[in-house]
Nanobody
Framework: EVQLVESGGDLVQPGGSLTLSCVVS????????MSWVRQAPGRGLEWVSS????????WYADSVKGRFTISRDDAKNTLYLQMNNLKTHDTGIYYC?????????????????????WGQGTQVTVSS
């Protein structure tokens, strides 16, 4: 059975850091392109970052470039998102997904079948 389980979300102050984890079962993370996406309050779904199956190509949305780092631990079959210098607009529900996305539009058009290969999400709240 395919499962993607996110964890690590929390309430943090602006400028703080969090590391999100996505523990995967049912498939190997190094066999698929993977993404982090988020549901931002008032803004809808947004693409955050992606990593290719080989792990050699990383992509980031302009809004998080230089602050976030996507990575993988193949031995643990886990995808990570390290988030530094968090800003208020980073608030949202963060999902890992077994798919490559490149734009907010792509994520907003995700079908129900696609979302079967997203996790349940973890809440990140950045607030003073």
């Amino acid at each position: 059975e395919v499962q993607l389980v996110e964890s690590g979300g929390d309430l943090v102050q602006p400028g703080g850091s969090l590391t999100l984890s996505c523990v995967v079962s049912g498939f190997a993370v190094n066999n698929y392109d993977m993404s982090w996406v988020r549901q931002a309050p008032g803004r809808g779904l947004e693409w955050v970052s992606s990593i290719n199956a080989g792990g050699g190509s990383l992509w980031y949305a302009d809004s998080v470039k230089g602050r976030f780092t996507i990575s993988r631990d193949d031995a643990k079959n886990t995808l990570y998102l390290q988030m530094n210098n968090l800003k208020t607009h980073d608030t949202g529900i963060y999902y890992c997904a077994r798919r490559r996305y490149y734009t907010d539009y792509d994520v907003s058009q995700a079908t129900e079948d696609e979302r079967r290969y997203w996790g349940q999400g973890t809440q990140v709240t950045v607030s003073s």
